[in-house]
């Protein structure tokens, strides 16, 4: 009867040291998460997407269709998105 006491709790033991683990880890990786939010860069991309639709007929009178998707991706660094924008003060002038 003790054997078995002891064998329950040793693995119930190891059970909650392992879940300890586990949840630190999470916290760990969310801590550092959110440290890595707060370094967003601005980047502006633009999608342009082609579609072309070729039907040929084959040798039995049966249709064939081939389809062509051109996908086309700029991206735009921050640097070239703040030459972009026109940034400036409102100016006020007492009357």
Do not use: R
């Not at 040291?17 to 440290?35: D, E, H, N, R, Y």
């Amino acid at each position: 009867m003790t054997t078995i006491f002891i064998i329950f709790v040793s693995f119930g033991g190891i059970f909650l040291f392992g879940l300890a683990t586990i949840a630190l880890c999470c916290l760990m990786k969310k801590w550092k998460g959110s440290k890595a939010t707060e370094q967003n860069k601005m980047v502006h991309f633009d999608e342009h997407k082609k579609v072309h639709e070729n039907i040929v007929h084959g040798p039995n009178g049966a249709k064939t269709v081939a389809i062509t998707v051109d996908d086309d991706l700029h991206v735009h660094e921050e640097e070239e998105c703040v030459k972009n924008e026109k940034l400036g003060k409102a100016s006020t002038s007492p009357v």
